[in-house]
């Protein structure tokens, strides 16, 4: 079973940037779907993106185009570059892994990081 741990979150003025990284240990992430999560004040776990298969990627609404979820089979690393980032974007973001992009898509995990916190604020 793959094992999932988050880095990178911190706090930032609203407008900057951020990248953070899921690293992977235990298996290779390059035969997983990942997506990357958060929970903010809603205490709701929303997904953010989806990365599978031959470079398929979905986003929810509130991120298209000011986030950038990649991945890195070489380094066993999933990537989340968010930018223009504002105060309603500050949550504890989670990575994750699915066997499939099907169950990726109808949130069905196998494998969760502990969490990275984002704090958006001036």
């Known amino acids: 079973q793959v094992q999932l741990m988050e880095s990178g979150g911190e706090s930032v003025q609203p407008g900057g940037s951020l990248r953070l990284s899921c690293a992977a240990s235990?298996?290779?992430?390059?035969?997983?779907?990942m997506a990357w999560f958060r929970q903010g004040s809603r205490n709701e776990r929303d997904r953010v993106a989806v990365?599978?298969?031959?470079?398929?990627?979905t986003y929810a609404f509130s991120v298209e185009g000011r986030f950038t979820i990649s991945r890195d089979n070489s380094n066993n690393t999933l990537y989340l570059q968010m930018t223009d980032l504002k105060p309603e974007d500050t949550a504890m973001y989670y990575c994750?892994?699915?066997?499939?992009?099907?169950?990726?898509?109808?949130?069905?995990?196998?494998?969760w990081g502990q969490g990275t916190q984002v704090t958006v604020s001036s």
């Open positions: 994750a892994a699915a066997r499939t992009l099907a169950a990726a898509l109808r949130n069905d995990y196998v494998a």
């Open positions: 990365s599978g298969p031959g470079g398929y990627t």
């Open positions: 235990g298996e290779t992430i390059s035969g997983y779907s």
